[in-house]
């Protein structure tokens, strides 16, 4: 059979054609496997692949999608199924191919500062790796124990750092891919400089799986930062926070996040994760801060004038400065107290999305007034990355799939007039498909529909997400 002939055969010849393709200990049909890959982290329906392919090493990955492709076979990449868009749950009738088994750390360059990483490496992994080593790989989400390394050049991942480090395409060198027909291209490129043509890496970071399977990566480290230091603060405007971060990028040179949170946030925090209310009286803005430098001693130090000169000038009304790594640990879990919110306010409607700093305080004003007024009996929490723009919203539980739907749309349109985007950083999955024509024009639409059929004319890849 050739590269580019296609046949439809029964779903028992194409788990033959796996099985000797890949070797049976990579070629799953058990009910609890198939339940198991059923579907994200996402409220998108659950689906059953009907295979579940699990191959060792980048080679089995090209061949897999050649008997795939050969076949007529639609395929969904599953990486850590941590997803929040829907775009790992298989749809019906579909393939899951799992990069689970691609898990090894292949080079670590100590002298150069990068390292060599198969996809289902999961972030947590690659960075105690390189940690113990002395370097240091920043980008740091709350999934970070489940999601792949390869996922997150497929979504290009931001997490709680952007602000210093930037997103997951400022961390990535090179990349393997394999391609819908099966071909292995190696762009393993391992230096800063590389001026050599069209810059091939960058079409599939953030493509989603739709254009090729990521497969291997080489990411940028820095060295290990000696000393961290943390501090919450509260705020009594949106408008103080903007302040608060400018002065601090003049004078923080060592700041790494800036996370803000909205009392309705905090309050949510306290409740679900039965922490303890962080100052006596309540306040309506609160941010996180966390600075990553050479000396612990010398930094605090810089930090605490930072924050005294902060109150001095009243943009800050109180703050609360991390003794210790434990106390560190206790004022970030109001930050990540996320995870029991998406679980306790299920069904729900969460939103990742980019909104201008100049924009965002009248953009939060409004989409709290129009869905408190809609939706009085859900709750409506705000809170985000703001050093970089990025706005994430809450919104939930609610009964009918039809009301998560009128809240997506209000949201979306506004957040379309006040010039953002619909997805800083979990992706579009299939749960903002429909609705990425608000962030991207029809010329746009159009380039990456040809990009789509330039890679992947028979749609087997991914198909249905994100366009």
């Not at 990955?61 to 929040?84: P, Y």
């Amino acid at each position: 059979m050739s590269m580019n002939t296609v046949s439809w055969i029964s779903m028992s010849e194409l788990q033959t054609a796996l099985v000797q393709a890949l070797g049976p200990e990579s070629v799953v049909s058990e009910a609890s496997v198939l339940e198991a890959h059923a579907g994200d982290w996402s409220d998108v329906k659950k689906e059953r692949p009907s295979i579940v392919l699990v191959p060792r090493t980048p080679a089995q990955v090209a061949q897999a999608l050649s008997v795939l492709s050969k076949s007529n076979q639609r395929v969904v990449v599953q990486g850590g199924l941590t997803g929040l868009v829907g775009g790992a749950t298989p749809r019906q009738g579909e393939v899951a191919l799992s990069l689970a088994k691609l898990n090894r750390i292949e080079d670590f360059d100590r002298t150069a500062g990068t390292v060599t990483a198969q996809a289902g490496v999961t972030l947590e992994q690659l960075q105690s790796h390189v940690e113990a080593e002395g370097w240091f790989f920043p980008l740091d989400i709350g999934a970070r124990g489940s999601c792949h390394i390869g996922g997150n050049a497929a979504t290009n991942a931001g997490g709680n750092r952007v602000v210093r480090y930037g997103t997951m395409r400022d961390l990535v060198l090179g990349l393997e891919v394999a391609l819908p027909n099966g071909t292995l291209v190696t762009m393993l490129n391992r230096v800063t400089k590389n001026t050599t043509g069209i810059d091939l890496k960058q079409i599939f970071i953030g493509s989603e799986g739709t254009l090729g399977v990521i497969t291997r990566l080489v990411l940028k480290l820095s060295p290990r930062p000696p000393s961290a230091n943390t501090a919450l603060c509260a705020l009594a405007s949106f408008e103080s926070a903007v302040r608060l971060l400018n002065e601090l990028r003049r004078s923080l040179p060592t700041l790494s996040a800036f996370e803000l949170m909205w009392d309705d946030f905090m309050t949510a925090a306290l409740e679900m994760r039965k922490l303890t209310r962080p100052f006596s009286t309540v306040h309506p803005v609160y941010v996180l801060v966390e600075t990553l430098g050479s000396s612990y001693e010398s930094d605090q130090q810089l930090l605490d004038q930072c924050l005294e000169r902060a109150l001095e000038m009243e943009l800050v009304t109180d703050v609360i400065v991390a003794q210790s790594l434990e106390h560190a640990r206790r004022l970030w879990e109001y930050r990540e107290s996320i995870g029991e919110m998406l679980s306790q306010l299920k069904p729900h409607a969460a939103f990742d999305i980019g909104i201008p700093m100049s924009s965002m305080e009248r953009f939060v004003s409004a989409v709290r007034a129009t869905l408190s007024e809609r939706f009085p009996r859900q709750r409506h929490l705000f809170f985000g990355h703001i050093g970089d723009g990025n706005l994430h919203v809450l919104s939930g539980p609610y009964e009918a799939e039809d009301m998560v739907h009128e809240v997506e749309r209000a949201v979306y349109l506004a957040t379309r007039e006040a010039g953002g985007c619909i997805s800083a950083e979990h992706g579009i999955g299939v749960i903002k498909r429909e609705f990425l024509r608000l962030s991207r024009s029809p010329e746009e639409l159009h380039l990456m529909r040809g990009l789509k059929q330039l890679f992947d004319p028979a749609h087997l890849l991914n198909a249905g997400r994100m366009l």
